[in-house]
């Protein structure tokens, strides 16, 4: 075999690899399936809810509603004269559908110049630190999901200001993020001790 098909080799396995990597898990709504199908995610999802005090649950399920676990996923374009495509509604992008902004301010705020947004470990830590900084801003709670997650769509100064209140839309999505929380949580309760045994947490 000669070099150049080596090449060739070489790259279509790792593009492959990484397609593997980047693919949401195959059931969102059950969480114990998606640390099953990903099995990095909990350790990483745990190390942010150790972070920033948002538990795991919470911040999965503001991430389910942003992307539903697509690494890539942008706004959709906007149209042209009904037809074309425009510029997207935002620079929202990956897991946690941040714009540039915020993740400048994130990065900035929590020294991780090396973080991406098509990142799981960065995007669920974005999560859990934005979700503290909305505690310390806006005082919420943070197991209030439903009022967490409004401050996340509107932005702290948003959500201080009230402007999800005369959204319904948004009240309902946030009202979904909260019921999905919850069900995450009871779904956690019957299997994480074995992410935990799995993830090195539990030594025996």
């Not at 909990?42 to 942003?66: D, F, L, T």
């Not at 959709?76 to 009904?82: D, E, F, I």
């Amino acid at each position: 075999m000669n070099i150049s098909i080596k090449l060739a080799l070489i790259l279509l396995t790792t593009i492959l690899v990484s397609a593997c990597a980047s693919a949401p898990p195959k059931n969102t709504g059950d969480i114990c399936q998606i640390f099953s199908d990903k099995k990095s995610w909990y350790k990483k999802a745990n190390k942010a809810s150790e972070r920033w005090g948002s538990s795991v649950p919470v911040m999965m399920a503001i991430m389910h509603q942003e992307s539903r676990f697509r690494a890539k996923v942008r706004p959709p374009r906007t149209k042209v004269l009904w037809v074309l495509p425009g510029p997207r509604k935002s620079d929202s992008y990956g897991y946690s559908q941040a714009k540039k902004s915020t993740w400048r301010w994130y990065k900035k705020s929590t020294k991780r110049s090396g973080a991406e947004r098509d990142d799981f470990a960065d995007a669920i830590d974005f999560i859990g630190w934005y979700n503290s900084i909305t505690h310390d801003r806006n005082r919420v709670a943070l197991n209030d999901t439903y009022n967490l997650y409004l401050a996340y769509h509107d932005g702290h100064g948003g959500y201080a200001s009230g402007t999800y209140k005369n959204k319904k839309w948004l009240q309902s999505v946030a009202a979904k993020v909260s019921n999905r929380a919850i069900s995450y949580q009871q779904q956690l309760q019957g299997c994480e001790s074995r992410f935990k045994r799995s993830s090195g947490f539990w030594l025996f």
